[in-house]
């Protein structure tokens, strides 16, 4: 048996600006817009819903439906998610309502669909696909979070302008803005795209939201259609430096409960664990330098989708058993990227898994070991850390160690608490 190393839990401090009434920055940030002088009654605007896990999106939605009722006007939801949701409308369907994005939550009508129209050609020569529903509407509220992508670099990166492009571009415009990407950089497409869904596809604007490190919403802007790229460029900004982040940007394991696409689109956070430019180790360009990854389970959000698994080196069974491959692979082969679903070397337990992990970290005592588990990508306000953190932890005044020393808490078939470390 592996000597495992002794653990304690820490909380981070960070900065947390946070919007106290969601629905009503909302309303106010639409009503500052203007928008009674371009939506008239009876108009249909389409708003569109994501896949991802975004702190407040029923409600932030909900607030978008009011208001433009109180206009008039007839809104409706559109799941804007590329391939997600096994590529189906109904699939789609089921991922926004699972965030309580429902008909009767929001107050209106889910139009999914993965039917989507050609609009035009872009400069590069290939199409620019945009869904049916929403196309047809008289106006379209774009409404996403920004944040750092996982996989792409560059001043713009996942927000507003990623979702006309693959969003709103259903399975059939991910497929083939993802090709693009091969041979033009993600900068050139999100940007030729952009322009063409904005002066053709009756964008009115775009709901901006922006996160704390605490997973809460920080901002949320309304942006007029011709400033999208210069805004998010700014916000995307804002999005890095309230970002979470590991409380330790080194370690030889790095144990992670839970991935998904409600956490990123590669199911665990690159930004935060590394591993952006070369999925199967940390670079100098990574901000997280970890040796090892381990995996424990999937969030019920992703519906199976395990997107991203392959960047971890261990996972368990359990997590191989729970994935839903057929949605996984067409999620992996839509974004070119089949390696994100290679199945990891994996064991039916933790210790298991602990002890062939621990002697792959190099000359390390597996008791010494430099070790951070945590429950997923977003949750990292509190966090367990092995006894070699514990030094610089009391010197840190962002850290306050929460607890003494203790052993892992492997139950007698030999796996950890999967709400050990819930906050």
Known sequence: MTDYPRIFRVRQHFDTPRVDDVAA???NQLAARGLDATVKPGERVAITAGSRGIANIEVIIKAAVGFFKGLGAEPFIVPAMGSHGGGTAEGQQKVIESYGVTEAFCGCPILASMETVEVCQTEQ??????????????????????????????????????????????????????????????????????????????????????????????????????????????????????????????????????????IAGTGMDTNVIGRKYSESHS??????????????????????????VGIADFCKTSLVDQMDKEATWVNC??????????IPIHYPTDREILDRVLPTIGLTPPADARLQWIRNTLDLVEVECSEAY??????????????????????????????????
């Open 25 to 27: 920055e909302v309303n």
């Open 125 to 262: 020569g290939f199409p620019v696909h945009f869904d049916r529903h929403a196309f047809e509407a008289d106006h379209v509220l774009v409404c996403n979070r920004i944040k750092p992508h996982t996989n792409f670099v560059g001043d713009i990166e996942s927000g507003l302008m990623k979702m006309m492009l693959i969003g709103l571009g259903k399975h059939a415009g991910a497929i083939l803005y993802h090709q693009a990407i091969i041979k033009y950089s993600f900068g050139q497409i999100v940007r030729s795209v952009a322009r063409e869904v904005i002066e053709k596809c009756r964008i009115v604007a775009g709901l901006a939201i922006v996160e704390n490190c605490e997973d809460e919403t920080a901002k949320i802007e309304v942006v007029a259609p011709g400033d999208f790229e210069s805004r998010e460029k700014e916000l995307l900004v804002l999005a890095k430096q309230w970002m979470p982040r590991l409380p330790f940007t080194d370690a030889d394991v790095l144990v992670i409960d839970e991935m998904g696409k409600n």
């Open 283 to 308: 670079t100098d360009k990574d901000l997280a330098q970890i040796c090892r990854i381990v995996v424990r389970g999937l969030t019920a959000q992703t519906h199976g989708n395990a997107a991203g």
């Open 333 to 342: 082969l839509t974004a070119v990227h089949p390696s994100g679903g290679r």
């Open 390 to 423: 514990l030094q610089e932890a009391e010197s840190r005044e962002d850290l306050e160690v929460l607890s003494e020393l203790r052993e892992l808490p492997l139950d007698d078939e030999g796996n950890l608490s999967s709400c050990h470390v819930t906050s």
